[in-house]
């Protein structure tokens, strides 16, 4: 019985240090199940990997054919600003002609996302300690929000040559300006001036930060996504 009490009153001790210890030092012992916390190296590296390969797995399902067009998550639709274009042309019979439109804006942000893997290996190696610290004790998408931060401005740039390129190529650019020609026949609606690829390349960059926080969520709660030891060691046991 003695033992019982002194096992309880370890227990206590322990439930206390946990709650005066700094937020850091909480995660390290829970991720741990109790035991010796890992190094602060071997935390940050952990961290690393996981990062790699969350960013990874999020370019590679966006990159490919169907990867915006089929996911809805991230698919991108007829720009909501013109969704009385877009009625009116469905009235008007062009239906066919918008369906292909918005496969060719997909396509054109499929054939960009690929050109994301050199930013996001840059903002990894950039990493400090507190960044890492911050992002391991944050939220679901706190890499993700560190991610955004430090790339939708080089990700914009990047990703707005391949677009442009990808929408000619298609001749997308050329299937809305024959949108924007047949809405001019319809009595009473007005055409407004919209710049196509600046929409397509944002929501390009906006869907691959959606699948990136999809690949962090599974890296943190899933044991299967912990496809390495280190990521077992630093995310397991939560």
């Known amino acids: 019985m003695n033992h019982t009490i002194d096992a309880r009153a370890t227990r206590r001790g322990l439930l206390l240090v946990f709650l005066t210890a700094p937020a850091y030092a909480q995660i390290d012992r829970l991720l741990r199940g109790g035991g010796t916390p890992p190094s602060d190296a071997k935390v940050a590296s952990g961290l690393k990997e996981a990062l790699s390969i969350g960013t990874t ?4 399902l966006t990159g490919v054919t169907d990867g915006y067009f089929g996911n809805p998550l991230i698919k991108i639709g007829f720009p909501p600003k013109l969704r009385t274009m877009e009625k009116g042309l469905r009235l008007a019979g062009a239906g066919p002609q918008l369906d292909q439109f918005v496969l060719g804006m997909n396509r054109a942000a499929e054939k960009a996302a690929p050109a994301a893997t050199k930013y996001f290996k840059q903002a990894i190696l950039n ?7 911050g992002i391991l004790t944050g939220g679901d998408t706190a890499a993700t929000d560190f991610f955004r931060a430090r790339t939708s401005a080089d990700l914009t740039t990047e990703f707005r040559p391949h677009v442009e390129t990808a929408m000619s190529q298609l001749e ?9 020609a047949n809405l001019q026949k319809i009595p009473f609606m007005k055409t407004e001036s919209f710049n196509i690829n600046d929409y397509v390349v944002q929501q390009a960059v906006n869907g691959l930060f959606v699948m990136v926080g999809q690949e962090e969520k599974k890296i943190r709660k899933d044991p299967a996504a912990q496809v390495t030891s280190l990521l077992k060691d630093v995310f397991g046991h939560r």
């Open 127 to 133: 990493m400090s300690f507190a960044d890492a610290k």
């Open 57 to 60: 797995n999020a370019v590679k």
């Open 172 to 180: 997308v650019t050329k299937q809305f300006n024959g949108l924007l």
